[in-house]
């Protein structure tokens, strides 16, 4: 009898005992993961709808990690360690807003199958995305309503809106280098968002205009940019995703769907880094 040949997808040497080591499903949990995905409903598209949502949670809070971490940085003075935080931020971005596009294979038809059964739930809910935006600086105290009643996300939500942007951050690098940045400016009131001011600008123009002498700040810059320009992208794709799926109804959490998205892409986070393309 002829030996049967070695199959190509069998590792030699693998790890096969696992009785007394974590195996890549202890190690992920996998069973907790799966154990939350839980339709209320037999259609079909609901496990879509869940999985994309529960997708975009997860890459959420990875943002936030970095978020944090880019900060602590820049609230040290320090210039080029952030960079690698909010690459990779962008690059979280890029999947978050890919993820639209599966959801976008969902036909209006198929949504109505399940819509009803969720209630009032809506992504405008999610403490996630709240915790983003408001890291960014887009901050109003009526967003904090929808999480009064879960104190352990009212209380991190609070606080970041007190605390300073990521914006903040840089802007008050900017005045270490001793570029003249306002007072009114780096002690404003944080649980607003940010306004364009003319003298803010006029430090940045400096910046821009001799980016050899400013690099550090300079490519901080165009790092923020990027960083809001997948933010942009992302409203964007929802705002479409949900025009194609319920057209102009009213979105489940109350808001006017896509209406409201809609003028929500006018939100601008960083309006200096925005105002210098048409000022140089």
């Not at 209630?119 to 887009?138: D, K, P």
């Not at 009131?189 to 940045?204: C, F, K, R, T």
């Amino acid at each position: 009898m002829s030996r049967p040949e070695h199959h190509p997808d069998a590792p030699e040497q693998a790890y096969t005992d696992f009785t007394r080591s974590l195996s890549y499903g202890d190690y992920l949990q996998l069973d907790t993961l799966k154990s939350a995905h839980r339709p209320v409903t037999t259609a079909h598209d609901e496990h879509l709808f869940i999985a994309v949502h529960h997708v975009s949670e997860v890459w959420l809070e990875l943002i936030i990690r970095e978020l944090r971490a880019a900060m602590a940085q820049l609230e040290a003075g320090i210039t080029d360690a952030p960079l690698k935080g909010l690459t990779r931020v962008v690059r979280a971005q890029e999947q978050l807003t890919n993820a639209w596009e599966v959801l976008k294979t969902m036909t209006p038809a198929d949504y109505l199958q399940f819509r009803h059964a969720f209630g009032q739930a809506s992504g405008f809910q999610s403490a996630a995305y709240r915790m983003v935006e408001f890291l960014l600086g887009n901050r109003f105290e009526a967003l904090l309503r929808p999480h009064e009643h879960r104190p352990d996300l009212h209380g991190p939500l609070q606080e970041a809106m007190q605390a300073p942007s990521v914006y903040d951050l840089t802007l008050r690098l900017v005045a270490a280098r001793g570029l003249s940045i306002p007072q009114a400016v780096l002690n404003r009131d944080l649980s607003q968002p940010p306004v364009l001011n003319e003298d803010v600008l006029a430090a940045w123009l400096q910046v821009y205009r001799d980016p050899a002498h400013y690099w550090d700040l300079y490519e901080l810059a165009e790092k923020l940019l990027d960083v809001e320009d997948n933010f942009r992208r992302w409203r964007f794709n929802h705002m479409t995703t949900v025009e194609r799926t319920i057209g102009f109804k009213r979105g489940s959490g109350g808001t006017s769907g896509a209406a409201y998205l809609r003028r929500a892409l006018d939100t601008v986070l960083f309006p200096e880094l925005w105002e210098i393309r048409t000022r140089l």
